[in-house]
């Protein structure tokens, strides 16, 4: 199973999906950091909503974080299994003499492992550097983790675990239709879902799931829910 996940990151370029994954988890501490300390959440045209739970810092790591990865996977299933199966070059993979269900299943792992790791990393990326900095400038967030709790781990592990996994919702959607696009604006719905509440539900408030929070702009308050 392992030289077949690797097989498949050498036939799809992991290379440029690790790269990607890198600049996209710069942009991500970029903007959460000049969020945390240089002053965007303070601007009086968008201000943080001051509502309990909603003025900590993790909450826009893990929305922001969980967004992108949603849907950078949802583009890493389409490359590799939607479009494969779309064009039919999948048919070509199943002359090995290898079980048709060992091939995609080593496809979707490859997929899975990958994002997984990088989420984690980005994650604990991000968290440092929001750590770092709280040392020397002022938040405008609360610093409401502790990086040398073991409970900070798990659940570190536990939300890429479960978002990742979530991501894949967009595969089986995408095979349906036999379209990558299908794939990823299914992404796109994801998000919306996760961030959707049916009166004082909402799927924000499971412990393993993303917390949420509020920014608004220009006075008009638009609610994120994640």
Request: hydrophobic content about 55%; glycine content about 4%.
């Amino acid at each position: 199973m392992l030289k077949l996940i690797r097989l498949e990151w050498k036939k799809n370029n992991i290379g440029k999906y690790i790269r990607n994954a890198v600049l996209m988890t710069t942009f991500l501490c970029l903007f959460l950091f000049a969020l945390a300390f240089l002053g965007i959440a303070d601007d009086p045209d968008c201000t943080l909503d001051a509502a309990p739970g909603m003025d900590t810092i993790s909450s826009p790591i893990e929305l922001f974080t969980g967004m992108a990865f949603l849907i950078f996977t949802s583009v890493m299933l389409a490359s590799f299994i939607v479009s494969a199966y779309k064009n039919k070059t999948m048919n070509l993979m199943f002359i090995y003499p290898v079980k048709r269900q060992k091939l995609i299943v080593s496809q979707m792992m490859a997929v899975w492992i990958f994002n997984f790791v990088a989420l984690a990393l980005s994650k604990f990326v991000i968290y440092l550097c929001i750590a770092v900095g709280a040392k020397y400038m002022r938040p405008s967030f609360a610093i409401d983790f502790d990086m040398g709790s073991s409970s900070f781990y798990i659940q570190l592990i536990l939300k890429s675990f479960v978002i990742v996994s979530m991501s894949f919702i967009a595969l089986f959607v995408g095979m349906a239709a036999k379209s990558s696009k299908a794939a990823i604006i299914t992404s796109f719905l994801l998000i919306f879902l996760a961030q959707a509440n049916v009166g004082d539900v909402t799927m924000a408030d499971n412990a393993v799931l993303l917390d949420h929070v509020k920014f608004c702009r220009k006075g008009k308050h638009k609610k994120w829910l994640f």
